[in-house]
């Protein structure tokens, strides 16, 4: 069975500084991907990782996969308050089922 | 190009009380999921399509039923309600073999008292 662990739980930023969100699965996956949750609102795809080495960007979010550590990396750079939000990974098993981390929530601060 | 729809937004039942959620998707995709999220906590499979006459239970799918109606529509069925499945429930659809990213409706809250 897989199973999807991140840390931390919660993450508190200061502006301008940089930091990371660690995501673990337990067994072999097909694909990884992150997501952001504003509170109330629904999951905004941001990044999927399709192979081992992988490493997508988009503005000051930047994900790696390292599929023989079985690691995900979610990394930002230069904190900004509009990155505020949860942020979820989840590994995809055989049979195209995902399973979710229990998420990261981002408190950004002036 | 309306992404994936869910109906309703809210709904309140009691307990014992059945009803139906419904999703629909107009991006041609095969694959369709239902997922609830609790309080705190990620989301979790209940119930997938991979394609249209086909479905799958995931983690969760005690108390639930599923029907893939045709390729846009993914229904989620509750035939006895308990409080326990008060929870937030999410339909997503997924484009498969290019990027594979998941797109999610809006979710419907359910409260069952």
């Known amino acids: 069975e897989l199973k999807v662990e991140q840390n931390p739980l919660f993450l508190s930023m200061q502006e301008g500084k940089n930091y990371t969100i660690y995501c673990n699965y337990s067994?072999?996956?097909?694909?990884l991907y992150w997501y952001r949750q504003d509170p109330g609102k629904s999951l905004e795809s941001l990044f999927v990782l399709l192979s081992n080495g992988a490493v997508k960007q988009e503005g000051r979010l930047m994900a790696s996969l390292d599929t023989k550590a079985r690691l995900s990396t979610l990394h930002i750079t230069a904190a900004v308050h509009d990155l505020s939000a949860t942020y979820f990974c989840?590994?995809?098993?055989?049979?195209?089922?995902?399973?979710f981390g229990g998420g990261t929530r981002v408190l950004v601060k002036p | 190009n309306a992404g994936v729809t869910q109906t309703p937004k809210f709904q309140v039942l009691k307990t014992g009380q059945s009803m139906t959620l419904q999703c629909a998707q107009d991006?041609?995709?095969?694959?369709m999921y239902w997922y609830r999220q609790d309080p705190g906590m990620g989301l979790r499979l209940i119930y997938y399509s991979a394609s249209e006459g086909t479905t799958d239970k995931g983690e969760v799918p005690n108390g639930y039923n599923v029907s893939r109606l045709n390729k846009r529509e993914f229904s989620l069925r509750l035939e006895s309600a308990a409080p326990s499945q008060t929870s937030v429930y999410f339909c997503?659809?997924?484009?498969?073999?290019?990027?594979?990213?998941?797109?999610f409706g809006p979710g419907t809250r359910l409260t069952v008292t």
């Open positions: 067994t072999t996956s097909d694909r």
């Open positions: 991006m041609n995709h095969n694959s």
């Open positions: 997503a659809s997924r484009e498969e073999g290019f990027s594979y990213e998941q797109y």
């Open positions: 989840a590994a995809e098993a055989a049979g195209n089922k995902l399973t």
